[in-house]
């Protein structure tokens, strides 16, 4: 499994994706738009995707996990909270 971390913007994004052993395997920048995510995520599936908590976030959140991809959309105001989390 892939986990990407999402800097989400609202015209561009930035991905980090790392493999299971945590390598860093791919960063690149794409545009914001559910029709890129599509052909981005699929190659990468099954991954789980990192999204901080924005104004874009609920959207493209939804558009992601309709390809398959698993979601989480962190708010960094809890960022101990998700270093110590178990699951």
Do not use: K
């Not at 395997?25 to 559910?34: D, K, L, M, Q």
């Not at 052909?39 to 924005?54: F, H, K, M, Q, Y």
């Not at 874009?56 to 270093?83: D, F, H, K």
Request: aromatic content about 6%.
């Amino acid at each position: 499994m892939y986990t990407i971390g999402w800097d989400l913007h609202q015209r561009e994004s930035q991905l980090c994706v790392l493999d299971a052993s945590g390598a860093v395997v791919r960063e690149t920048r794409i545009a914001t738009r559910v029709e890129r995510f599509a052909t981005v995520i699929p190659p990468l599936l099954p991954a789980r995707v990192l999204l901080e908590a924005s104004t874009e976030s609920g959207w493209v959140a939804t558009a992601l996990e309709q390809l398959g991809a698993e979601v989480i959309v962190a708010n960094p105001r809890y960022a101990p909270m998700y270093a110590t989390r178990s699951r």
